[in-house]
């Protein structure tokens, strides 16, 4: 499973916006290992709501097969009886890796797009290089 997962964090969940959108909250959090990995991210929140204070782990991988093979099929094609990555977290997308913005020091930013919900993760480099691929998938759970 460790060869799937690029990078995992639990955060506090800082900040929360939802009077732009329907139906999406813009949430920030700050990890609770307090090195500096900082995120921002719009959730559909009639689906997974968050409020401030809450502590919620996030994980972006590469495949959701539990072996950390890569996926022969969309994650939507999967037989109801195979078990995966996503049946262990409440909230999951996938989406594409766009953009990725050096920082201050060690530190980098990366910039995903879930169809148009957006995630900003900062941190350092050695945490997040992992990332610079084309297709991630996000899972959180609280």
Same mark, same amino acid.
């Given at each position: 499973?460790?060869?799937?997962?690029?990078?995992?964090?639990?955060?506090?969940?800082?900040?929360?916006?939802?009077?732009?959108?329907?139906?999406?909250?813009?949430?920030?959090?700050?990890? #609770?290992?307090?090195?500096?990995?900082?995120?921002?991210?719009?959730?559909?929140?009639?689906?997974?709501?968050?409020?401030?204070?809450? #502590?919620?782990?996030?994980?972006?991988?590469?495949?959701?097969?539990?072996?950390?093979?890569?996926?022969?099929?969309?994650?939507?094609?999967?037989?109801?009886?195979? #078990?995966?990555?996503?049946?262990?977290?409440?909230?999951?997308?996938?989406?594409?890796?766009?953009?990725?913005?050096?920082?201050?020091?060690?530190?980098?930013?990366?910039?995903?797009?879930?169809?148009?919900? *957006?995630?900003?993760?900062?941190?350092?480099?050695?945490?997040?290089?992992?990332?610079?691929?084309?297709?991630?998938? *996000?899972? *959180?759970?609280?």
């Amino acid at each position: 499973m460790a060869d799937s997962q690029l990078f995992e964090d639990t955060f506090e969940i800082t900040g929360k916006v939802d009077n732009k959108y329907d139906r999406v909250s813009r949430v920030s959090g700050i990890s #609770t290992s307090h090195d500096g990995t900082e995120f921002s991210l719009d959730v559909n929140h009639e689906l997974y709501p968050l409020n401030q204070h809450e #502590t919620v782990q996030l994980m972006l991988a590469s495949t959701l097969n539990l072996d950390g093979t890569k996926d022969e099929k969309g994650w939507r094609e999967l037989d109801s009886n195979e #078990t995966t990555l996503a049946d262990m977290y409440d909230y999951v997308c996938h989406g594409k890796v766009y953009r990725f913005e050096e920082g201050d020091g060690d530190k980098i930013g990366v910039y995903v797009s879930f169809g148009g919900l *957006l995630l900003y993760i900062s941190g350092p480099y050695k945490k997040l290089t992992p990332l610079r691929i084309d297709y991630v998938y *996000l899972l *959180l759970k609280k």
